[in-house]
């Protein structure tokens, strides 16, 4: 079977280009640039070209996948179309691909990502194993793909954007959170609302729904039709929780209260408080899996304890790039708002008397347009921040939008907006101390020159 790919480089979709690969089916694709993932899967065998022609496009094809950030008028697409060569949708592809395993799957406005992680690798290190597709690179395997066709499950990341996660219908699922973003798609809170209840009440009834507690409005509307249960980092009144935090030689040690019992002094090495209720989520799904394969309490408890003890992380995940005397650098995907907070919150838990300088790479116009006020709220939580200008990924500039939305309405004066030239000369005039880069977009590739750059500051 031939298959190509268009977007191949997105997250989602090089997790399935490495399942059919894995699969044995030929394997090429598209994408606009070259990046860090894309030469990794040409190291793997997948060619990849970069030029939107239709020669590119192999006529012979059994299957074309593409990521909607293809925009309409692309010329591949477009051939594809014309040509009448089967065309599915990335998360039409996933749908098929996992429709026979037991899905696990995680939803929500954020730590969706991080979640996921954790359950494949607690999934992945126990005896019972599994397949995963995950929207960022699990730093334990490198990769955000797990090939294992003798497990029932697969742990899958279920993506609200274009209402991708519809077309999963998991064993058991979790919703982290349901927050206002992709209005381009949605409009409104109602309709977001609306599609996290469906996916909601496609978990399998003999399965788990696994909630984020206090999210009231989910609860009304589908805890009569689903497994309902809730998890939260320290509400006594959910169902699966945990107390007793605290850090010592930079883990975090936790009692965690599930359904059956109490297990003491968790340990997690992977840093954040956000994390650690995300590890709530993850330690009760893996839980119940492994309760469904027979396992007792005793052996679920060790194989928990083990997994999330070496649980190594999500890059640009709350990823620490440079950590010495002096000088912290740390890598955050955080696009939204709540994710920001969230991170700047778990740093400062951890780094209470520390100066932190934010760079900040908005995504997408829409997204600029509106969550603006709540931008600036969150950065606010900085000491000193420079915004870089909107990443734009698929869309077309808006009139009037632009990264000085944001920049007005932060109210504190340590504050710039820059181009990526600009920055480094701004950094070595700083001299910060404890930089966090936050964004969806291209920062990432600015990560390695910031980490030089802080640096070489040292040197001088």
């Known amino acids: 079977m031939k298959v190509y790919f268009l977007g191949i480089g997105g997250i989602g979709m090089s997790a399935i280009a490495r399942y059919c690969k894995a699969k044995g089916y030929e394997v090429s694709g598209y994408d606009r640039t070259p990046s860090p993932l894309t030469e990794q899967l040409e190291q793997e065998g997948i060619s990849i070209n970069y030029d939107d022609i239709a020669e590119n496009v192999p006529a012979d094809a059994d299957l074309v996948i593409y990521t909607p950030a293809i925009p309409e008028n692309s010329v591949q697409l477009n051939f594809v179309r014309s040509h009448n060569i089967p065309l599915e949708k990335r998360s039409v592809a996933l749908g098929h691909i996992t429709a026979d395993k037991k899905v696990l799957s995680v939803a929500g406005t954020h730590g969706k990502t991080t979640t996921c ?113 809730t998890y939260s980092l320290s509400d006594t009144e959910s169902d699966n929780y ?93 696009h939204h708002p709540q994710e920001i907070a969230s991170t700047i919150e778990s740093l400062r838990h951890m780094y209470p008397d520390k100066h932190f ?41 808006i009139a009037g939008v632009d990264s000085h939305m944001i920049l007005r309405r932060i109210d504190k004066m340590d504050k710039y907006l820059v181009t990526k030239q600009q920055l480094f000369p701004l950094l070595e005039a700083l001299e910060p101390e404890f930089v966090i880069t936050f964004g969806a977009g291209d920062i990432d590739r600015l990560v390695g020159d910031i980490a030089k750059t802080l640096n070489c500051i040292d040197d001088e």
């Open 117 to 229: 992680g954790m359950i494949a690798h607690i999934m992945n290190t126990s005896p019972v194993g599994c397949s995963a597709f995950l929207g960022g690179i699990l730093k334990n395997t490198g990769s955000n793909f797990i090939f294992n066709e003798n497990s029932p499950y697969v742990v899958a990341e279920a993506d609200e954007y274009d209402r991708s996660f519809l077309q999963l219908h998991p064993h058991i699922s979790v919703i982290t959170s349901i927050d206002e973003d992709h209005m381009d798609i949605y409009k409104t809170y109602d309709n977001l609302h609306g599609a996290f209840e469906q996916f909601a009440l496609q978990t399998d009834k003999d399965g788990m729904l696994l909630v984020k507690n206090h999210l009231n409005r989910l609860e009304e509307k589908v805890k009569h039709l689903t497994p309902w249960h």
């Open 242 to 334: 945990i107390w007793n935090i605290r850090i010592s030689k930079g883990s975090y040690y936790f009692d965690y209260k599930n359904e059956e019992c109490v297990w003491y002094d968790m340990q997690m090495k992977y840093p954040g408080i956000h994390n650690a209720e995300n590890a709530v989520a993850a330690l009760t799904v893996c839980n119940h899996a492994l309760k469904e394969c027979g396992y007792g309490l005793k052996e679920r408890e060790q194989i928990l304890r083990q997994g999330l003890l070496t649980f190594e992380g999500m890059k640009r995940r709350l990823d620490f790039v440079l950590r010495r005397e002096g000088r912290i650098l740390v890598d955050d995907y955080a």
């Open 357 to 397: 300088t934010g760079i900040f790479q908005p995504h997408l116009y829409t997204r600029t347009r509106d969550l603006a006020d709540g931008f600036a709220r969150s950065l606010e939580q900085l000491d000193t921040v420079i915004l870089l200008p909107v990443y734009p990924a698929r869309e077309e500039p």
